[in-house]
């Protein structure tokens, strides 16, 4: 998906939200109308896609080109919106169930589920317009208790010469990977294994790591089996 490059509608239901100022990322263009989120390790504003992101706390209700050094932002929260609808099998429905939890695909896009731990949360479901539309409520608080929360992140990938490289996944110093073989192919080892070295630390989207088969401690090369791993925090 791909973020606005100029403004759109605010799309709010009912009265105003809540709204606050936030410091904006240097040399940050933002948008009117656009999800927005704070850099996690900053706390900066920037669009809700960014890499290193946070959750979308609110939607920016003014616009800025390029921001000066700490230049501010308001930001509109506690309300709901109308986003665009995912597509095919990120999209939401009429059997959506109300309260689900609502990801930012990009600055105007919402889907259905977190594409593997790749989006983050940008509030919850409240039901389809009548235009296809999505109607989405927003807080800060909704933003804090994701944060709060135990992330997992999940995939199925197929070895190759005992070995997957898995990109596009969140990770930290600190995250548990969890292999479990699936479906057995060539001449597989024993266990799969994502040694420390093979881990590379990266925000939202962009850590990288990688698995081996082994065999009795050594690299099983021939083993070409289907396993699903997790990784939690």
């Known amino acids: 998906m791909t973020n606005a490059t100029s403004d759109i509608q605010l799309g709010g239901f ?12 240097t040399g940050q263009a933002i948008y009117y109308g656009t999800l927005v989120a704070q850099q996690l390790a900053d ?9 290193g992101a946070g959750p979308a706390i609110g939607k920016a209700v003014q616009t800025i080109a390029s ?19 995912g597509s095919s099998t990120d999209a939401f429905s009429e059997a959506s169930l109300i309260g ?11 889907y259905d589920n977190d594409n593997a731990g790749t989006l983050q949360q940008c509030g ?5 317009e009548a235009d296809g539309k999505v109607r989405v409520h927003i807080s800060a ?10 992330p997992i992140q999940r995939g199925t990938g197929t070895l190759a010469a005992g070995v997957l490289a898995v990109t596009g996944v969140t990770l930290t110093a600190t995250s548990v990977i969890i ?8 001449t597989d080892g024993d266990e799969i294994r994502v040694p420390a070295a093979d881990r590379t ?22 083993d070409t089996s289907t396993f699903d791993w997790v990784i939690v925090g």
């Open 67 to 85: 921001a000066a050094a700490g230049e501010r932002c308001l930001v509109e929260t506690d309300r709901s919106y109308a986003f665009t609808n």
């Open 14 to 25: 009912g009265q105003d939200g809540r709204r606050f100022h936030v410091p904006v990322k």
């Open 201 to 222: 630390a990266g925000a939202l989207g962009t850590g990288t790591f990688t698995a081996r088969a082994f065999s009795g401690g050594s690299a099983a090369t021939s």
């Open 179 to 186: 292999c479990a073989r699936k479906t057995e192919g060539g």
């Open 100 to 110: 689900a939890p609502a990801y930012a695909a990009d600055d105007h896009t919402v």
């Open 43 to 51: 706390g900066l504003l920037v669009p809700a896609t960014a890499a």
């Open 124 to 128: 919850t479901f409240e039901g389809m």
């Open 141 to 150: 608080e909704c933003a804090a208790r994701t944060l709060a929360a135990l």
